[in-house]
């Protein structure tokens, strides 16, 4: 995508100049809103695919692409700004800081859905995973959309007398910071090493296709012959509804140092949620899952959409509300995440003081079929192993699950859609998570925006 986003952008820009200064807002509006649809229509289009699972679903298929549309007003808003902004220097400077604009509401309005980020294109980049780890993925989006339009300054070179030298100003700092941060910040231990043997099951069952008795002694078979401290399974491989943990039949197969993580959905008051358990022989834990999927998980003002009770069923989970972390009995400290919660940030908050071992993210992508959208939660899950600097154990339900480093280097990974298993030895230390600096840096764009203001406002001269 890099290349086309250089191609892009130009074109973009180029495009933004020559409209006259007359047309409405709403002509801009449009402009976004289009632009927006057809990134998300290529982008998201897989996200209709769940309702494809079920026979009863599938004529609501077009539902699906709402979410696309619904993203595409933010794009629209964004985009009116353009309005103000007839001046190509002004368009150089101010669209990076427009994207990123739209991409911070869209992460965080409403429930949020910070899927859509510029930053994305770092998650397969051996260069770019230093980015992400040290600036996070707000400020590696600007950087992204700023190199994107870099062509510009050549195309229009003849109009810009000291643009390109501005720029090169108001970036050397954040720079040189860049270089401080990669050469001199390290990730000495905190604490000593931790080795813990690991073996992870993705047990591919397609939905609603399988026997809840043949699954479960399944999973007793596989709990009993493994040899690793540690046996992960995927969000909701439990097949049956769980009211007192402590009577469920795997816990009579966890013996001397074994671990047992698995997800599953329980009930408790009459509510329901999509849990995370870690079982030991004398230490049974729950994490309830806190960002649920709005129209999957829970109806948003159910009481007006009722008429789509037929797709998200008639009860909805509850979010759980307990602290995030798992302490094993050996000393290591897990940060559980179910599903989609690990394309947020703020899951990431504390892990320095509760000194976070390793992230652990159990999802279920069967509901997307062979499609985009499990190969590009894989990397969302892969940039937060970077972000967070940890190492993250990712198992799903049918792929694709894997272990991450905490510098983005994927040490062992399942296929699609496959029925797998795998052992690991891994050796965890306590390293830092840098979201401080990520902080810092987003602090110094406002400020590059505040001084292109003042410096085009008031010194430059513009060539006609």
Known sequence: MMPLGLVIFSYLIKLLNQIPIKKNIFYYFSLGFFYGLGFLLVFLFWIRNPFLMNEATKSFSILGLMLPVFLSIFFGLGFTIYKYINKIYFLIIFTPFIFLTIEFVIANILYGFPWITYSFILSNNLVGFYFLKYFGTYVSSYLIIFIYILPVLFIYSYKLKNIKKFISFIHVPFLLVFALLFFNLNTNNLKQNKKISLEIFQIFSPINKFDKDSIQKDIINKIKNSKAEYIIFAENNYPYLISDINSIDILKHIKDKKKVIIGTTRI????FYNSFLFLEKDNLQIFDKQILVPFGEFLPFRSY??????????????????????????QVN?????????????????????????LINITNDSWFGNTLGPYQHFYHTRMRALISNKYLLRVSNNGIS???DNNGKVLKFTKLNTKKSFKHLLEIDNTMYFGTI????????????????IFFRYNYKYEK
């Open 334 to 358: 897990i940060l559980p995440v179910i599903c989609y919660e690990i394309i947020f940030n703020n899951i990431l908050r504390k892990i320095n003081e509760k000194e976070i071992d390793i």
């Open 268 to 271: 408790d008051k009459n509510k």
């Open 402 to 404: 894997g272990i991450i």
């Open 438 to 453: 990520h902080n810092i840096y987003i602090f110094y764009l406002i400020f590059i925006i505040f001084i292109n203001f």
């Open 305 to 330: 959409l009722k008429f789509m009770e037929r797709i998200s069923g008639n009860v909805d989970f509850t979010p759980g509300n307990e602290e995030r972390i798992i302490k094993s009995s050996d």
